[in-house]
């Protein structure tokens, strides 16, 4: 007979181990330990890592294939928003000061990631989480062109949304998140996997994609819904990896364990303290909520972080030092950021509003042990000055902790009227801190962080100023000049959304859209 | 027992996937909010092939899954036939 058999089709664990093993090589000529530098020296014993494997098996193959429907389905949705002017369908215009924050403090995050992931990808020795490593690589740079093609559509329409990269480097709250990625690229490999892929993709990323997304498609953003979930189905193997990742590391050496504690207690801390801009997103910048930020905290940190570090005490792991204060916190922090945004909105590419009556009431039933008792009074006093006047405004500049670069704006645990302030000395200089576990943080570093490039410093340094700049002239206005440097449109990008041009602009062509 | 779950956009390529796991898994509970699903389940969630396949009358390769998903929790074990959550070992 001549008919020709076919070959059975591998299954999906043999396509995997031969799409992923065998693909590197020993080295001849040099040390194995030259050219792959990094892989050792934080201390992280690997002995087999073939023991490596992705969880969902997922090889190049397939994931061009599945990535390129996602994209297909993605443009499709941005380009039928596009072609129908939906932007106009959003519930109120105050929305798109959230997508502002996203363009400016989220999405430069994802090159950051893209480029993190490239680096330990080259460095590790191990096949299995190169070709891990360099998908995710490419996905985090996918998200940056995404996120970044979805919204330039409110670009078009709205102020504060032209100079985002700009911004990044240079406005006070970004470096913030800026200097979490910086913070996580320049670390070692294995320090950067626990920081970005299991304490910030497995622990919290679902706080920011999936409650403030759901949020999205609740205001009528088509566009930024897609996004949002189109990038998380790649979070949700993103979230694999960092729990592959850490188990992996937790199971090659008991020696490893009491550095991944250390670096889960440092990263979960710098990433709950990134997710404050979220927090605030969701309880104050969504007119229509779905949930407040404390309830998604309860489901995606409590709950799902809760059973993750119940599942990990097998090999000696506790859940993190800063976890009872991040879950106080979850009744205060985003009041307490919205309330430093709205007093410094003057040197802020967004607007800020008093929250109105109604909200007021859907934060105190949210809220019902902190909103009435902390946060309404200071809310409507203000309201009150505003309508007399006089819109209270900051015009000092905060101190900043040293370490997730916040201002001082959080209070003590377990006394939620007194500001929370801690420093140490180093080098016969004194660094300032917003909680315990920053200040921790900085001890166990401090020539790392005692470098910190803190925004307040740098502009009363005189260098946040552009060249050529006289600050001895008469009349010299310190604010206007950074936010010169800061390229800001002063008036139609900052202040209040009460009176700008954003609000005026969507009522008109709202207006237009009703009716000829 | 600590729930495990995995989200899905909520459009119709996930109704059918969602139907098969609120049919196999007795214990889940789905949760619908603006734009997805959620499901949650004490312990651990199996999603079949076979029974997604039933329903769509046509072949489904479990890694369509991906095209849909927004996010899960627990340890996945998967091959050709079935994608598991589990906090198991």
């Known amino acids: 007979m001549d008919t020709r058999v076919p070959k059975k089709k591998l299954g999906l664990k043999d396509r995997y181990a031969a799409m992923t093993r065998g693909l590197g090589w020993e080295t001849t000529y040099q040390p194995m330990d030259k050219v792959f530098p990094y892989d050792r020296y934080e201390g992280i014993k690997i002995h087999d890592w073939d023991k490596w494997e992705d969880p969902f098996r997922l090889t190049m193959d397939a994931y061009w294939k599945y990535q390129g429907e996602k994209e297909k389905k993605l443009y499709a949705v941005i380009d039928a928003f596009n072609q129908n002017n939906a932007f106009l369908g959003i519930t109120d215009a105050r929305y798109v000061n959230a997508l502002k924050l996203f363009i400016q403090g989220v999405t430069p995050l994802e090159y950051y990631a893209h480029r993190g992931f490239a680096h330990v990808g080259r460095h590790f020795t191990g096949e299995g989480a190169r070709v891990a490593c360099q998908m995710q690589s490419v996905d985090e740079l996918r998200h940056y062109q995404t996120e970044t093609h979805a919204l330039s559509t409110y670009n078009k329409f709205f102020n504060g949304m032209h100079h985002s990269n700009h911004w990044f480097d240079r406005v006070w709250y970004l470096s913030v998140p800026k200097s979490f990625f910086e913070d996580a690229n320049t670390a070692g490999p294995f320090e950067f996997l626990t920081a970005v892929s299991f304490s910030f993709e497995y622990v919290l990323t679902n706080l920011l994609f999936v409650p403030f997304m759901s949020g999205a498609a609740y205001n009528g953003d088509m566009s930024t819904v897609t996004f949002g979930f189109s990038a998380q189905s790649d979070e949700s193997r993103h979230m694999t990896l960092g729990i592959e990742c850490i188990k992996f590391m937790l199971e090659q050496d008991p020696g490893n364990v009491p550095i991944i504690q250390r670096w889960i207690d440092k990263w979960f801390w710098r990433g709950y303290r990134v997710l404050t801009l979220v927090a605030m997103m969701m309880d104050y910048m969504l007119p229509k909520r779905v949930m407040s930020w404390k309830e998604a905290w309860e489901i995606y940190a409590e709950q799902n972080g809760g059973a993750l570090f119940k599942d990990l005490a097998r090999y000696g792991i506790r859940e993190p030092k800063g976890w009872k204060d991040a879950c106080e916190g979850k009744d205060h922090i985003s009041h307490q950021a919205w309330a430093t945004f709205y007093n410094y909105t003057a040197a802020t590419p967004m607007h800020t509003w008093i929250p109105t009556d109604e909200e007021m009431t859907w934060l105190a039933a949210k809220y019902p042990n902190t909103f009435d008792k902390l946060y309404r009074p200071r809310l409507e006093y203000w309201r009150e000055q505003a309508q007399q006047g006089n819109r209270f405004s900051n015009k000092t500049l905060p101190m900043l902790c040293t370490t997730c670069q916040i201002p001082l704006l959080f209070t003590e645990p377990g006394d939620a009227t007194k500001i929370c302030y801690r420093e140490s000395d180093y080098l016969g200089d004194k660094y300032h801190f917003c909680s315990d576990h920053c200040k921790e943080i900085f001890d166990h570093e401090p020539e790392k962080y005692s470098q910190s490039w803190l925004p307040v410093h740098q502009i009363y340094q005189g260098n946040c100023f552009k060249p050529g700049t006289d600050p001895t002239r008469e009349g010299f206005d310190p604010l206007l000049a950074v936010l010169d440097y800061y390229e800001m449109n002063v008036g139609r990008d900052n202040f209040d959304f009460e009176g700008s041009e954003d609000q005026k602009n969507f009522a008109a062509w709202r207006g237009q859209a009703q009716s000829n | ?89």
């Open chain 2, 1 to 89: 027992m600590s729930n495990v779950f995995i989200a899905f956009q909520a459009n119709e390529e996930s109704r059918p996937v969602v139907e098969a796991i609120m049919a196999d898994n007795p214990n889940a509970t789905a949760v619908e909010s603006p734009g997805m699903v959620k499901i949650d389940a004490p312990g651990h969630l199996t999603i079949r092939r076979e029974s997604i396949e039933e329903r769509t009358g046509s072949r489904y390769d479990l890694q369509q899954l991906h095209i849909n998903l927004i996010t899960l929790s627990g340890h996945i074990d998967e091959d050709d036939d079935q994608l598991t959550l589990s906090w198991k070992h």
